[in-house]
């Protein structure tokens, strides 16, 4: 574990920074761990401006196999964790959530999220200042769950837009998507959660001629997401490998990911491709990008995004990637690349699109613009608006 960061901003009282989303931290007995996206760079990315964090978000019991390698998260971070959202209607949990806040010096609400939008409120309440990290869309993450979703749907979009509108401080992971569909009348920059502690040149050469020694009908196909939410869209993309199977293609698509297998299995079951589709289970962040070096092209059919850490991390690696037409994937890939969400003909004809030359061009173009996400350009962009945004409300 790497040592605690030094605080790149400096103030005369130690400040507790508290962090509020509906994510569901991996926990043993009292012990939380790391997960995709929420790794140690994820919190000492607030441990270098404030001097203690602190986390309200959902738990779940994490489950350690044999020769597991997952990461405890560091000991000094405090959370208050529930198990379900529903748990918001007992006073106690409420009283307990209102206590966090009023003891915080300032709070970062990342939403879509439930208990990001009821912090918004205490934090109104209390006057305690609160910055909005804005990486996703709520409309989209939830009404593409089925009809019966839809009048929730518009009633957390509505109070999603109410509180980035009213924001003071707001961070937007993408250039363009979330700032249309979701605008504040507060300060505000584009600064992407994602980032790449460095772009390695040299790979190039070696993804270069991994693409030269293809065999042109047998691809390796990669998707990094959560296997068991239904708007994550693997199933989209197995309909399109049985066509492409039908036409003499043999495309083994390997899925990264923790989850339930069930559903997904059963859908390569009904097409004919079982024997097709590989589930590598939940990978530690660095074996994330081993694997990616040993996949052939990235698809990512998900229905919702923000803007995709999974993309930006096949880029950095040099991967051609093609995928779904949802929130800032628009601003990461071309747009031939892009098809219509759930739209299995298009990923079948995109697919059949690639050739060597198209690969190529693809994997040096990505892997060059991946370098807008290095941490280096990110942080100081980031901590220069922490900064201006602690500076104003300085308690």
């Not at 924001?167 to 700032?179: A, G, H, I």
């Not at 490998?241 to 083994?252: P, S, T, V, W």
Request: hydrophobic fraction near 35%; proline fraction near 3%.
């Amino acid at each position: 574990m790497m040592d605690k960061p030094s605080r790149d901003l400096e103030w005369e009282k130690d400040m507790l920074g508290l962090f509020v989303h509906d994510h569901r931290f991996p926990k043993v007995e009292s012990e939380y761990y790391h997960s995709y996206g929420f790794d140690e760079e994820f919190f000492n990315r607030y441990l270098s401006i404030f001097d203690k964090m602190a986390v309200i978000g959902r738990e779940y019991n994490f489950k350690i196999s044999s020769g597991d390698k997952a990461e405890k998260v560091q000991p000094d971070i405090e959370f208050l964790t529930i198990l379900d959202l529903k748990q918001l209607k007992n006073k106690d949990i409420r009283d307990m959530i209102n206590q966090k806040i009023k003891n915080s010096d300032y709070l970062v609400i990342r939403v879509p999220s439930i208990l990001g939008l009821y912090a918004v409120r205490m934090a109104q309440q209390y006057k305690k200042p609160y910055l909005i990290e804005v990486v996703g869309c709520p409309w989209d993450a939830i009404a593409n769950k089925g009809l019966t979703k839809i009048i929730p749907a518009a009633a957390i979009t509505h109070l999603t837009k109410k509180a980035i509108r009213t924001s003071k401080y707001t961070v937007y992971v993408t250039e363009e998507f979330l700032e249309r569909r979701y605008p504040t009348n507060g300060k505000y920059i584009a600064c992407s959660n994602v980032t790449l502690n460095s772009v390695d040149d040299n790979f190039l050469s070696k993804r270069l001629e991994q693409i030269d020694k293809l065999e042109p009908n047998k691809i390796i196909l990669g998707t990094c997401a959560t296997v068991d939410v239904i708007y994550k869209g693997q199933q989209d993309v197995i309909a399109a490998i049985a066509k492409l199977k039908d036409e003499g293609y043999y495309i083994e698509y390997q899925l990264v990911g923790g989850g339930d297998t069930s559903y997904l299995k059963s859908i390569a079951q009904k097409y004919g491709v079982a024997e097709q589709v590989e589930f590598v289970g939940s990978l530690k962040h660095e074996d994330v990008f081993k694997w990616l070096e040993q996949i052939d092209i990235y698809v990512h059919p998900s229905k919702q995004e923000g803007l995709s850490r999974a993309i930006i991390e096949a880029m950095s690696k040099g991967c051609p990637i093609f995928g779904a037409d949802a929130g800032g994937i628009h601003e990461l890939i071309d747009d031939d690349y892009i098809f219509d969400k759930g739209n299995i003909q298009q990923i079948y004809d995109i697919f059949k699109s690639f050739n060597q030359k198209t690969m190529k061009e693809q994997a040096e173009e990505n892997q060059k613009n991946s370098k807008k996400y290095l941490k280096s350009v990110l942080y100081k962009r980031r901590n220069g608006f922490f900064k201006e945004f602690i500076g104003e409300n300085n308690i």
